[in-house]
C-alpha cells in the first residue's frame, strides 16, 4: 500500500487570499492548451491567426467553467444547491462536471464558429486535441482534494484517502489522469498531425473519452449522494458517458463516409 501524499489544498496566499491547487490546474490546463495553440496557428497553411486562437481559447474557458459548474450543481449535488445556493460559487472545493463543460463548450464553440465564420467542425477539431491537457491538469487537482477517491482495492499501490475512510482504495484520480489526459492526449495529438476528414478529431475525442470515462469508472467510488444509478453496478457517469462512445463512433463513420474536406496538417509545408 502507498501513502497518500498530505498535500495542503491551499498553493500560497496573495494578501489575505488564498490561493488553491484546484484552481491552479485548471490555469496549467487553460495555459497549456493556449500555448499549444498559438503554435499550431504558427504552422504554414494553419488556417488561423493568433488573434483568433486567444479569442477560441477564452470562449472556450468559460464554456468549461459555466457550463462545468453548473452541469456539476444539477447532476450531482441538485440538493445541496438548494439549501446553500452559493455554493455554486465555491469552485475552489472542487465539484466540476465533464459533462457539462462539454455542454459549455459546444455552445461557446458554437457561437465563436457564427462570429468568425467558420465550420463548427473546423473549430471542435482544432481544439480538440487540447482538451486533455485540462483534463489531466483537473484529475490531479482531484487528486490533491483526495476527492472523487477510488474503490476499496487489496492492489499494492492502494491508498487510504482522508475523505475517504479508513480502507485502501483505487487511486482512480490518477487512473483517470492517465487515461483522459496522457493516453487521450498523445492519440489525439498524433492522429490530428495528418490530414483528415473534417468532424474526424472530434469525433475520436469523444469516442474515446467515452471508453476512457466508462473504464475509470469501475475503480471510482460513486458519488455518495447519488450512488450507482442503473443494474446497481452502473454509475452517472458511466451512465452519461455510454452514448459518447455511441455518438463518437458515429461521428467518424459520418466523417470519413462524406469524404469532407481535410483541415490542415500540422506538420510544416502541409
Same mark, same amino acid.
Given at each position: 500500500?502507498?501513502?497518500?501524499?498530505?498535500?495542503?489544498?491551499?498553493?500560497?496566499h496573495?494578501?489575505?487570499?488564498?490561493v488553491?491547487?484546484?484552481?491552479?490546474?485548471?490555469?496549467?490546463?487553460f495555459?497549456g492548451?493556449?500555448?499549444?495553440?498559438?503554435?499550431?496557428?504558427?504552422?504554414?497553411n494553419?488556417?488561423w491567426?493568433?488573434?483568433?486562437?486567444?479569442?477560441?481559447?477564452?470562449?472556450?474557458?468559460?464554456?468549461?467553467?459555466?457550463?462545468g459548474?453548473?452541469?456539476?450543481?444539477?447532476?450531482?449535488?441538485?440538493?445541496?444547491?438548494?439549501?446553500?445556493?452559493l455554493?455554486?460559487?465555491?469552485?475552489?472545493?472542487?465539484g466540476m462536471s465533464f459533462?457539462? +463543460?462539454? %455542454? &459549455?463548450?459546444? #455552445?461557446?464553440?458554437g $457561437?465563436?464558429? /457564427?462570429?468568425?465564420?467558420? =465550420?463548427?467542425?473546423?473549430?471542435?477539431?482544432?481544439?480538440?486535441?487540447?482538451?486533455p491537457?485540462?483534463?489531466?491538469a +483537473?484529475? %490531479? &487537482?482531484?487528486? #490533491?482534494?483526495?476527492? $472523487?477517491?477510488? /474503490?476499496?482495492?487489496?492492489? =499494492?499501490?492502494?491508498?487510504?484517502?482522508?475523505?475517504?475512510?479508513?480502507?485502501?482504495r483505487?487511486?482512480?484520480?490518477?487512473?483517470?489522469?492517465?487515461?483522459?489526459?496522457?493516453?487521450?492526449?498523445?492519440?489525439?495529438?498524433?492522429?490530428?498531425?495528418?490530414?483528415r476528414p473534417?468532424?474526424a478529431?472530434?469525433?475520436?475525442?469523444v469516442?474515446?473519452y467515452?471508453?476512457?470515462?466508462?473504464?475509470?469508472?469501475?475503480?471510482?467510488?460513486?458519488?455518495?449522494?447519488?450512488?450507482?444509478?442503473?443494474?446497481?453496478?452502473?454509475?452517472?457517469?458511466?451512465?452519461?458517458?455510454?452514448?459518447?462512445?455511441i455518438?463518437?463512433?458515429?461521428?467518424?463513420?459520418?466523417?470519413?463516409?462524406?469524404?469532407?474536406?481535410?483541415?490542415?496538417?500540422?506538420?510544416?509545408?502541409?
Open positions: 500500500m502507498l501513502t497518500y501524499p498530505q498535500i495542503n489544498p491551499i498553493a500560497f496573495i494578501g489575505p487570499l488564498p488553491h491547487w484546484y484552481g491552479m490546474m485548471y490555469l496549467v490546463g495555459f492548451g493556449w500555448g499549444l495553440a498559438m503554435w499550431r496557428a504558427s504552422r504554414p494553419s488556417g491567426t493568433k488573434d483568433q486562437v486567444s479569442d477560441l481559447i477564452f470562449y472556450v474557458a468559460l464554456g468549461v467553467i459555466a457550463g459548474r453548473i452541469g456539476y450543481i444539477l447532476l450531482y449535488d441538485f440538493s445541496d444547491f438548494m439549501a446553500q445556493p455554493v455554486i460559487f465555491k469552485l475552489w472545493q472542487g459533462h457539462g +463543460g462539454l %455542454i &459549455g463548450v459546444l #455552445i461557446a464553440l $457561437l465563436y464558429a /457564427r462570429k468568425i465564420h467558420k =465550420p463548427f467542425f473546423t473549430l471542435g477539431d482544432f481544439i480538440a486535441p487540447l482538451v491537457i485540462g483534463l489531466g +483537473g484529475r %490531479i &487537482g482531484n487528486f #490533491i482534494n483526495g476527492e $472523487l477517491v477510488g /474503490r476499496v482495492t487489496n492492489v =499494492p499501490w492502494a491508498m487510504v484517502f482522508p475523505n475517504g475512510g479508513p480502507f485502501p483505487h487511486p482512480s484520480q490518477l487512473y483517470e489522469f492517465l487515461l483522459e489526459g496522457v493516453v487521450l492526449f498523445t492519440v489525439l495529438w498524433l492522429y490530428s498531425a495528418k490530414p473534417r468532424m478529431v472530434s469525433g475520436l475525442f469516442l474515446l467515452g471508453i476512457f470515462r466508462v473504464t475509470a469508472e469501475f475503480f471510482r467510488q460513486p458519488d455518495v449522494q447519488i450512488g450507482f444509478v442503473a443494474f446497481g453496478w452502473l454509475t452517472k457517469g458511466q451512465l452519461l458517458s455510454i452514448p459518447m462512445i455518438i463518437g463512433a458515429g461521428m467518424m463513420w459520418w466523417a470519413y463516409r462524406k469524404n469532407s474536406p481535410c483541415p490542415p496538417p500540422l506538420k510544416k509545408g502541409g
